[in-house]
């Protein structure tokens, strides 16, 4: 058994408009590590947050130290470990923070004790690290940080993830405004209950969606990927949000959604230079404004989902 594991796992983003809780794609440009290491004690302790100053560093709380924690529950092995976590974006971006550190830390565990989970089995530890985090262990940010790609959340309990197709050629535009929204209170606004003329107008889009990536049918998929769920409520919080969405699909996007509970959003392309226009029309809209603004762009051709950067 190896001492020291570090891993890397993605940013992503969750729901993609038409897949409130069941659809998550894994970026690649940012991310977080976890390292772990054997301590010779039956505790986890958090020793160092990188990047990370607002986040517990109490191990009942912290959401790496808590999927490790159902790890060695499950196992009955209480080999504790110090935890060193390094950001790389901040947490309440809508890119999924919380579940990139417990992705990483879920892999990284796994690893340094012989890899005894599968990689769904990981999902479902890493979704409690998601319920520390924000009340509820949905899985739509850890699956794709986990498994790479894109991917339906089929269910929960058991956790059933299923990789989806992408379309080749195929581009996300990121832009982050630095505005903070918590995601259990974006959940909390949510409507509990939608009216049966807008969840048959969901399924029927998400349904639509998953076709058009089985044909490669990027006009299919521009048609499909309208939100009735949570893009009505969660786009007032977000700032400039019609200007934004009105820019991106005036400059040709396949799509435009929020990404997770906000306020990052995202545009889709069918070419790089689609995508450089398409983010350049999104950061006009900040132009003059006091809100500070992080826009990448990615191509979505192969995207990994966690992996080790370091061992022995």
Not at 101 to 130: K, R, T
Not at 138 to 147: E, F, S
Not at 158 to 179: E, G, H, M, R, T
């Amino acid at each position: 058994m190896m001492k020291k594991i570090s891993a890397f796992a993605p940013a992503t983003i969750a729901n993609f408009s038409v897949g409130f809780d069941v659809l998550g794609l894994a970026l690649d440009s940012i991310g977080d590590t976890v390292e772990v290491v054997l301590n010779n004690e039956t505790e986890n302790k958090i020793k160092e947050i990188v990047g990370g100053s607002d986040l517990p560093t109490n191990i009942e709380k912290n959401c790496c130290s808590v999927v490790i924690r159902k790890m060695q529950e499950r196992l009955d092995d209480f080999r504790g470990v110090d935890i060193r976590i390094k950001k790389g974006f901040k947490s309440g971006s809508g890119l999924g923070s919380s579940s990139a550190s417990s992705a990483a830390a879920a892999y990284a565990y796994n690893e340094l004790i012989g890899s005894p989970f599968s990689e769904q089995e990981l999902v479902a530890f890493a979704a409690e690290g998601e319920r520390v985090a924000c009340g509820a262990a949905h899985a739509d940010n850890v699956a794709p940080a986990i498994m790479g790609g894109l991917v339906l959340v089929r269910a929960h309990d058991p956790i059933d993830v299923i990789s989806l197709p992408i379309p080749k050629n195929l581009y996300a535009i990121l832009l982050f405004p630095d505005v903070k929204i918590n995601t259990a209170d974006s959940r909390e606004v949510m409507n509990k209950n939608i009216s049966l003329d807008k969840a048959c107008s969901q399924w029927a889009n998400l349904g639509a969606f998953i076709s058009s990536l089985y044909q490669n049918d990027l006009e299919l998929l521009s048609k499909s990927m309208q939100d009735f769920v949570a893009e009505p409520v969660r786009s007032l919080f977000i700032p400039k949000f019609q200007a934004l969405k009105k820019a991106a699909l005036e400059n040709k996007a396949l799509g435009f959604g929020i990404s997770g509970s906000g306020p990052s959003v995202f545009a889709l392309a069918s070419s790089k230079a689609s995508a450089q226009t398409i983010q350049k029309a999104l950061l006009d809209q900040f132009e003059g404004s006091s809100v500070k603004t992080m826009s990448f762009i990615e191509s979505l051709d192969g995207n990994q989902g966690a992996r080790i950067i370091e061992s022995f």
